[in-house]
């Protein structure tokens, strides 16, 4: 399925799940009343494993050296609501806190990059080693619906947004050569020991949202385990960010743990 169509589809899900939960309401107290009655929460902890990627690995990335996925923690907590008397279908809606990213190295060709060599700033084409720290804290709000399989096993699937407080992406490169304004532009070599760093920070995002498909299976009488992938559906880098020449999707698997009550 393409990525436009799984957009519209989440999207029409949460449109659909907003509606699902006006109508069992009701417009009464009554109704408002039996809504809440015998809700589900979780408070729950975890961290995350993966990394922002680009779909797919294009043409300048030749070699990754290697990934370091960092301690990236999540503390957040669920709200349950099931619709029907068997509690076999329902609607959840998330809070956490979660900590996203990676360190990388990578040998590229003609790689979009913007350097600092001796407080200069140059821009064009490098060819040589790249390496790279992600860093974001995130504000992530997760609206899904709710699949009870049997009494130990819930799966969960829909949209979240998220928001940015902290953003980082710099490093440096090293071990090549820039050719400036494009790739016949003035060779400048770093050799040895010669390395040089960037800084695109101020251009990732504050704003994403993507798609969440999880599980959760009741391993105690209120301990849970908790596995959940997130996928981006934006780049982590504005749209008016042109130095990098491809889109990086965050693509992270939340392990974890709830209490529930």
């Given at each position: ?53 680009p779909l797919p690995l294009p043409a300048e990335i030749r070699k990754i050296d ?196």
């Amino acid at each position: 399925m393409k990525l436009k169509s799984i957009k519209r589809l989440l999207l029409l899900q949460a449109f659909l799940f907003a509606v699902s939960l006006e109508s069992y309401a009701g417009d009464n107290v009554s109704g408002f009343v039996q809504f809440f009655r015998d809700m589900e929460y979780e408070v729950n902890a975890g961290t995350n494993i993966g990394g922002a990627s680009p779909l797919p690995l294009p043409a300048e990335i030749r070699k990754i050296d290697s990934y370091n996925p960092d301690l990236n923690l999540q503390i957040g907590a669920t709200v349950r609501r099931w619709l029907d008397a068997d509690r076999r279908w329902g609607v959840g809606l998330g809070l956490r806190f979660e900590t996203k990213g990676m360190r990388t190295k990578a040998t590229v060709k003609n790689y979009g990059m913007e350097i600092i060599d001796n407080g200069k700033t140059l821009k064009g084409r490098w060819t040589g080693r790249v390496q790279t720290k992600y860093h974001s804290q995130q504000l992530v709000i997760p609206i899904t619906a709710l699949y009870r399989l049997n009494r130990r096993v819930v799966f969960n699937a829909g949209p979240y947004l998220s928001y940015a407080f902290t953003n980082d992406f710099d490093g440096f490169v090293s071990d090549g050569y820039l050719r400036e304004g494009d790739p016949t532009g003035e060779k400048i070599s770093f050799a040895g020991d010669s390395k040089a760093s960037y800084d695109f920070g101020g251009d990732l995002r504050k704003f994403q949202w993507g798609g969440q498909i999880g599980v959760s299976w009741l391993a105690y009488k209120r301990l849970s385990i908790n596995a959940n992938l997130e996928w981006g559906f934006n780049s982590i880098f504005n749209s008016s960010f042109k130095t990098i020449s491809f889109s990086l999707y965050p693509i992270y698997l939340n392990l974890g743990f709830g209490y529930n009550f």
